[in-house]
């Protein structure tokens, strides 16, 4: 069987912010005391307003007020070798008024009144194509 | 419509383990000089080392040698909010040594004679459940 190569190419701003738009849960990454973590989120992005909720007492809310993050959306299908990947790049911050709640719906139940709004300064993604530069479809 | 709230069941070690081996797409996070940033990458993992395939002159080769590194793969079904997550805490490793290539199957056209391991510190899994405890089925 020849393998599927696959070529990426990169996303426009527009396509970007339209994808995370779409998009309910993301991945959070940022530097920890202790070196890079990860957590998913449930987003909310509105515009270009991208938030979402955690627990007050959570390492997130301790760690990433004020702090670089990078926050990635993306799907793959391993069978098919599709894909895209949008990666923000900025800033966050965190709130702890209620009157700045995100309106992302978290899956886990249990508190979550803590809003983290990620700034973003880079927004960049990127499509897996194939051979004829068309996304492929299964 | 109520909503499907869900909790978090930390996974066994071996569990994450077996998620790790039966992945072939994850997110490496490191910090980069301007801040945290995340790439997808096609992973092989055999037995507890994971390795991945890369280009020499990409920024992750020249970013991520001896340094701490944050690996995750994992799934979410936003329909039926199901999902699972593994988060890998460690050090990267960078090879270009033709002898310790990974056998990773970049899915990527073009050489990527980069070999980087991710040598594992901490392992730690969670998947979302129902009210009763168990994973939901669609």
């Known amino acids: 069987m020849a393998a599927r190569e696959r070529a990426l190419v990169e996303l426009a701003t527009d ?15 940022w530097t920890a005391p202790d070196g890079p973590t990860v ?10 307003t991208i938030t979402f909720r ?4 959570s390492a997130m ?13 993306g799907a793959t299908d391993g069978v ?8 923000v790049r900025g800033t966050a911050s965190v709130s702890f008024s209620s009157e700045e709640a995100s309106p ?9 009144p803590v809003t983290v709004t ?12 194939d051979d004829e530069g068309q ?4």
């Open 39 to 48: 957590r998913p989120v449930n987003l909310a992005v509105a515009g270009r």
């Open 80 to 87: 098919e070798r599709t894909g895209w990947s949008v990666l």
């Open 54 to 57: 955690t627990a007050a007492g």
């Open 15 to 29: 396509a970007c912010w339209g994808l995370l738009q779409g998009s309910r849960v993301g991945l959070l990454a």
């Open 104 to 112: 992302a719906e978290p899956w886990l139940r249990g508190a979550r």
């Open 135 to 138: 996304i492929p479809h299964g």
């Open 61 to 73: 809310t301790q760690q990433v007020d004020d702090s670089l993050v990078a926050l990635q959306v």
């Open 118 to 129: 990620v700034h973003a300064r880079e927004v960049t993604g990127r499509v897996l194509v």
